[in-house]
């Protein structure tokens, strides 16, 4: 078994954008004249990982002969998904084909400025049962996440007013990237499962020990043409600058 494997999570349909006119499926979606699903295989790239696993389902063909079987010098293993199995089971299903102790996850749609390497070597060093890479950026569009003063995740799904009342507490986001022990997919029914939900929320009751890590970098999930108009008007400079795009 090896002991640490990347993967992307590359499956979802990309309705928003379908809907409102975009001809390409959402990984090919051109941001700053790239292909959106460029930006997670450079920073795989460039932390020296060799290989990745990309699950897909939603014209997957027309992403992966686009893509190829190589980019950035990394490897890609196409892992073509009979049915939509969600955030959960899009993982749970490689870890069955490539068993690994240990996963380092980033979702296609999500740009972002950080050192996968740095991260990777963080989750190591506190050996929680997995890492989520947080942010105060973009509150009220996700999620809120509760965690301590040491970044220990203490609740997921709370309402803001709850933070107000536990000085201790900071709301925080879930950025797209997270690093995950194996064990954690136990947790998974079969089939389709979202990891946030049927995962990280039980882990937790079970008293299971999630940590934070907090980016200090940009951040943007091009989920419709309104975040890619965003990204290309607001972090167009800092994402030139980070990817030399």
Known sequence: MQTLRVMILSAGLGSRMEQAGEP?????????GKP????????IARAGFKEVIINLFH???????TIGQKAFGVKINWLIEPQLLGTGGGIKNAQKLYPAKRWLV????????IDLKELVNFHQKFSPLATMV???VRLRKYTPILVDELGWVKKIGTEPQEVKRS???????YCGVQVVESRLLDFLPEGKSQIIEQ???PALSSKEKILGHFLMGFWIAIDDPEAKERAERELGAKIKAVFKA
């Open 36 to 43: 959106l699903i460029h930006y997670p295989l450079m920073l």
């Open 134 to 136: 947080l942010s105060q």
């Open 167 to 173: 000085p201790n507490m900071y709301e925080v986001c």
């Open 199 to 201: 995962a990280y929320i």
């Open 59 to 65: 014209r997957a063909d027309e992403i992966k002969s």
């Open 106 to 113: 980033l979702n296609a749609d999500t740009i972002i400025d």
């Open 24 to 32: 390409l499926p959402k990984p090919l979606v051109q941001v700053l």
